[in-house]
């Protein structure tokens, strides 16, 4: 049965489940976020402040980045462009631009940005967990043909759920993200982690959807997902380097 994506109607306003949806996984980022702000000795009230400004501004960049993609549908169509009420936000928009907001605004308040980014990476993650049902909903994000037995019907195929697969993924690493926040060696960890694991399920999904946003013959996700496989993966193990050799020098100090 096709999903319906509105979810109600409101003086002629269809309210859709993607937008619903969306916005129930911010709500529930911004709460984890005021809630664990103390354990990162941060300021709940500052987080309240960052994440006003940085979530429309993230939500810009996922636009944008998705119709900079797709400009031969676009162009000249200002009102397409801003109607993102069907759909059209491309997520790696989104964090970076989130991320560098983010950076920016920690060196003007004077917050420690890797700091800030471990506390946030949880939540972000869960958010994406949430969302992604209103790919479902939309119709869109699904992959090619299969007969597994998890297949989705799509305008009478059966095909793969990509978005499922990237919902489980993201919830899963929100779980495993949250215990290594609370164990974390260095700050950046819960960052990096995140960047590494979930460029590695995204560029693996990527190759099973059939509406990527592409670069010539190159699917834009996987190259962007390898990119920041392949760098934050040098960042982890430099910075676990050095923690490691911080943590034995003091050792070996104290036993002096």
Not at 113 to 128: G, I, K, R, T
Not at 151 to 164: D, K, Q, R, S, Y
Not at 245 to 255: D, Q, V
Request: charged share 15%; glycine share 8%.
């Amino acid at each position: 049965m096709t999903p319906n994506p509105v979810a109600l109607n409101i003086l002629g306003f269809d309210i859709r489940w993607y937008g619903i949806l969306i916005a129930v996984g911010m709500l529930l980022a911004i709460l984890i976020i005021y809630k664990r702000a103390p354990r990162h000795d941060l300021n709940p009230e500052k987080m309240i402040d960052l994440v006003l400004i940085v979530i429309p501004l993230g939500i810009i960049g996922a636009r944008l980045y998705y119709v900079f993609s797709n400009w031969s549908f676009y162009q000249g169509d200002f009102m397409k462009i801003i109607d993102i009420r069907a759909g059209g936000l491309a997520f790696h928009g989104g964090i970076i631009v989130g991320v560098l907001v983010s950076v920016l605004l920690c060196y003007i308040w004077r917050i420690r940005s890797l700091n800030l980014l471990d506390l946030a990476m949880p939540a972000v993650a869960l958010a994406q967990s949430i969302g992604r049902w209103g790919n479902y909903f939309n119709q869109e994000a699904y992959g090619i043909p299969t007969d597994l037995p998890w297949a989705i019907n799509v305008n009478g195929v059966m095909v793969h759920p990509t978005f499922l697969y990237e919902s489980i993924w993201c919830l899963l690493l929100f779980l495993f993200l949250s215990f290594i926040d609370s164990r974390r060696t260095f700050e950046g960890q819960v960052f990096l982690l995140y960047g590494i694991l979930y460029s590695f399920e995204r560029f693996f999904v990527e190759w099973l959807r059939i509406d990527s946003l592409m670069i010539g013959e190159y699917r834009i996700a996987q190259v962007v997902s390898l990119i920041i496989f392949v760098t934050f993966t040098i960042a982890y193990i430099v910075r676990n380097h050095k923690a490691k050799s911080k943590n034995n020098m003091f050792i070996t100090r104290r036993y002096l």
